[in-house]
């Protein structure tokens, strides 16, 4: 019988570099799983549907919300995001460990959901004017936007106490660095 899998929950304030932290970490451990959402927001750049999110329309999303194929689903910034339940079971059950990329309300439903295989990881920045500049530099909000981001993220950073570990992002390297130490330990990575 193969071993259950793990859930390695990220979340973080919009800007606290949670994307480019599992984009390293999924680069140097490709054996991990990630999950991908779905969401009715419109792609960003170059994103593809099935590969950072799954595209869905208002529609589409509702009709899996009423036949409950969500772990959990939220309205973030007027858009719908949720994690598909049966790709959760599969992994799990197949013994994958698989991350997570959800904002805290998500990240404490999937707890509540599969609380003896979750580990739960915070990240957050150094400061909120710091947060600031990060989502100025990225380029893709409008003031109004921003200001809501920042809005949320204190009220996000009230939440730690619920995750296993909480990061500072800071410097970069040292944020990974504590990122593999945490999972270690929690022996998702060599």
Not at 25 to 53: C, D, H, M, Q
Not at 154 to 173: A, F, G, H, P, T
């Amino acid at each position: 019988m193969l071993n259950k899998g793990r859930l390695v929950v990220f979340s973080a304030p919009s800007g606290a570099g949670k994307t480019t932290l599992i984009t390293m970490l999924r680069k140097e451990y490709p054996s991990l799983e990630f999950s991908i959402s779905a969401t009715t927001r419109p792609p960003r750049g170059v994103e593809k549907n099935g590969l950072e999110y799954f595209f869905m329309t208002k529609s589409e999303f509702e009709e899996k919300i009423r036949n409950n194929e969500f772990v959990e689903h939220k309205t973030v910034y007027g858009n719908l995001y949720g994690t598909l339940r049966c790709f959760v079971d599969d992994a799990v059950n197949e013994g994958k460990n698989v991350l997570f990329d959800v904002d805290v309300q998500g990240g404490i439903a999937i707890k509540k959901e599969y609380p003896d295989d979750v580990i739960m990881i915070f990240i957050y920045p150094p400061s909120l004017e710091i947060l600031r500049k990060r989502l100025e530099l990225r380029g893709t909000d409008s003031e109004e936007v921003i200001n809501n981001r920042l809005k949320f993220a204190k009220i996000e950073m009230e939440k730690m106490k619920e995750y296993s570990y909480n990061i500072k992002n800071d410097i970069l390297e040292d944020a990974y660095n504590e990122l593999k130490s945490a999972l270690r330990k929690e022996n998702i990575i060599n």
